[in-house]
């Protein structure tokens, strides 16, 4: 029955992409099992359907008292072993009430999580990434010639893919260390966490140059977020998705279009707020995230202008008129 349930989610899943490929094939030796019908936890050992027994390595004590759901039964080939991965039921735990929210913005060098009175900025991985990307494509340029019959050696395949391997371990870590501090920042302070959908980045990668086309698919922003939602949703952090569009080009006080004025850092020539890149990013996320809302939390604080450099310009200093007022006040989100 496991086998089948699996099969059948596969050919499914194959089935529903408009893009179909090849016929899914079958690449590791893997398998699900449910519990009590194709395996039980018995005196120390976990009992296989078939006679089978494999003894318990190690668990999170934490969710003994979980019910135990699907496992997936795995051959990893460089152990040489099968290892049983168990699942378990965790209860679901109820989003509280926010004060405020946590807006996130990606980007290539830098991911920065803030608000109008918290800034926190996090270095990404992708350079780190890169150069084991490139160490396996030179291999790769090098062997690829048909003077070299080492390309057929088994060790070098064996290295190529070794570095490949290492550069996706350093994205998808960085990605999950990455997405448990931003959901532990936003339930320390108890904010809601705003981020942009970014769903159908793939259309905006192909204007890019070549050099940061590669390095934005390396990071992979997707898995980022995919974890961030998965963090959110395991601590009860409310979770709120906008629309990208002019998060880093319109104005968050008078929504003009913004000018360049140094290196990262635009200015409005309407209203003359000034700032960096990101800190307007962020402010626009969750600006668009109280709009998505209705305005349900507490009306924000008014934000500030910086005083730098007034007479750049030689126009006189300005001051923001805040935000948009809300729809509503002091009702829960």
């Avoid at 007034?310 to 300005?318: A, I, L």
């Amino acid at each position: 029955m496991d086998c089948w349930r699996e099969a059948l989610s596969i050919a499914n899943s194959w089935i529903r992409n408009p893009e179909k490929g090849k016929l899914p094939t079958v690449k590791t030796l893997r398998m699900w099992l449910t519990p009590l019908l194709s395996y039980r936890i018995k005196d120390g050992y976990i009992e296989i359907i078939g006679g089978y027994k494999l003894k318990i390595i190690g668990w999170d004590k934490r969710y003994d008292e979980c019910p135990n759901a699907e496992a997936r039964l795995v051959y990893k080939k460089e152990e040489k072993n099968m290892f049983l991965m168990i699942s378990k039921k965790i209860p679901k735990i109820e989003k509280y009430t926010p004060k405020n929210i946590l807006a996130v913005d990606v980007n290539e060098r830098s991911v920065m999580a803030g608000n109008e009175t918290l800034e926190v900025r996090y270095n990404t991985s992708v350079e780190n990434a890169l150069h084991f990307k490139k160490l396996a494509e030179e291999l790769q340029e090098k062997y690829s010639s048909g003077k070299y019959r080492a390309w057929k050696s088994k060790n070098i395949l064996k290295r190529i893919r070794y570095f490949h391997r290492k550069a996706r371990n350093i994205v998808e870590n960085w990605a999950k260390q990455l997405s448990h501090n931003i959901v532990e920042l936003a339930k320390q302070h108890n904010y809601a966490i705003g981020r942009e959908d970014l769903t159908n980045l793939i259309d905006s990668l192909r204007k890019l140059p070549k050099e940061h086309r590669i390095k934005t698919i390396l990071l992979s922003y997707r898995k980022l977020i995919e974890w961030i939602d998965w963090q959110a949703e395991k601590n009860g952090v409310p979770i709120i998705i906008v629309e990208p569009n002019g998060t880093s080009s319109i104005c968050t006080i008078c929504n003009s279009k913004l000018v360049e004025n140094g290196y990262r850092r635009l200015k409005c020539k309407k209203c003359g707020f000034e700032e960096d890149r990101d800190k307007i990013a962020i402010l626009n996320i969750k600006k668009k995230a109280y709009q998505r809302i209705g305005g349900s939390l507490t009306t924000p604080p008014a934000l500030q202008m910086k005083d730098v450099n007034p007479n750049r310009c030689r126009e006189p200093m300005k001051h923001s008129k805040g935000y948009l007022p809300l729809e509503s006040e002091g009702s829960q989100l």
